[in-house]
């Protein structure tokens, strides 16, 4: 189950609740979005992202990655440039922009209904988005992982983890346009309920940050 986030125990405290949504929506903006993960440590996630990818991705020229909430893609090029890389988000702002790489192919569709057939991708990617998903969306996203990976595929999982002992990672989830961060059990639980985990990695951040490797068989 995702984290109730705290209006710092204040009841009724609609104009904290009003600027926190105005933040989200200016956050959330593709280019606003770029430069405040470049300030939260897009360069360190990225370096520990490129050897999982480097681990997971088949070693084939076709391939086909299914970045899911793929927002503005800013880990395409980690992967082989010569794939297909389908960036599926509901943000219809997303569809709008340009692909420097040419190498996109941007849907509007969300985790819980991804307009693609079955045992498409070598790999589905999700970063960041989870914490974007109620429960119910959330485990929904994770039959559709199951449902696009080819049989030996792989997903690729990372989010910020709901720790509360650490104030700043508090802080930083209040700002946060997503309101169900989870622990790192839960989502570890939820992902090794459909999936078959390979591997987990962790690293800090502003938040935790836990990084997954799933295969489509369930054991
Ligand atoms: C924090 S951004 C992460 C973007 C990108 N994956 C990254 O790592 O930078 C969250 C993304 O999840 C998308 N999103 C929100 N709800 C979603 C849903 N139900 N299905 C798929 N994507 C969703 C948002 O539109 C946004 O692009």
């Given at each position: 189950?995702?984290?109730?986030?705290?209006?710092?125990?204040?009841?009724?405290?609609?104009?904290?609740?009003?600027?926190?949504?105005?933040?989200?929506?200016?956050?959330?903006?593709?280019?606003?979005?770029?430069?405040?993960?470049?300030?939260?440590?897009?360069?360190?996630?990225?370096?520990?992202?490129?050897?999982?990818?480097?681990?997971?991705?088949s070693?084939?020229?076709?391939?086909?990655?299914?970045?899911?909430?793929?927002?503005?893609?800013?880990?395409?090029?980690?992967?082989?440039?010569?794939?297909?890389?389908?960036?599926?988000?509901?943000?219809?702002?997303?569809?709008?922009?340009?692909?420097?790489?040419?190498?996109?192919?941007?849907?509007?569709?969300?985790?819980?209904?991804?307009?693609?057939?079955?045992?498409?991708?070598?790999?589905?990617?999700?970063?960041?988005?989870?914490?974007?998903?109620?429960?119910?969306?959330?485990?929904?996203?994770?039959?559709?992982?199951?449902?696009?990976?080819k049989p030996d595929g792989?997903?690729?999982?990372?989010?910020?983890?709901?720790?509360?002992?650490?104030?700043?990672?508090?802080?930083?989830?209040?700002?946060?346009?997503?309101?169900?961060?989870?622990?790192?059990?839960?989502?570890?639980?939820?992902?090794?309920?459909?999936?078959?985990?390979?591997?987990?990695?962790?690293?800090?951040?502003?938040?935790?940050?836990?990084?997954?490797?799933?295969r489509?068989?369930?054991?």
């Open positions: 189950m995702s984290a109730r986030l705290p209006y710092w125990g204040v009841k009724g405290f609609s104009s904290v609740s009003r600027s926190r949504s105005a933040f989200a929506r200016v956050a959330s903006n593709p280019l606003v979005y770029r430069a405040h993960t470049a300030l939260l440590g897009r360069a360190r996630l990225e370096a520990a992202i490129a050897p999982v990818v480097a681990r997971v991705a070693p084939v020229d076709d391939g086909t990655v299914v970045d899911v909430g793929g927002g503005v893609a800013p880990y395409r090029s980690l992967w082989p440039p010569s794939w297909t890389y389908y960036v599926v988000d509901p943000d219809e702002r997303v569809a709008d922009l340009t692909d420097d790489t040419g190498t996109i192919r941007r849907l509007t569709g969300a985790a819980e209904r991804v307009p693609l057939g079955d045992a498409t991708a070598d790999n589905v990617f999700m970063s960041a988005v989870s914490h974007h998903l109620d429960d119910a969306t959330w485990e929904a996203s994770l039959v559709e992982v199951r449902r696009l990976l792989a997903f690729l999982f990372l989010d910020g983890v709901w720790n509360p002992r650490r104030w700043v990672s508090r802080v930083g989830w209040f700002a946060d346009g997503g309101r169900h961060p989870r622990s790192t059990e839960t989502l570890e639980g939820d992902i090794g309920d459909v999936l078959t985990i390979e591997s987990v990695d962790r690293l800090t951040l502003l938040h935790d940050v836990v990084i997954v490797v799933a489509g068989e369930r054991v």
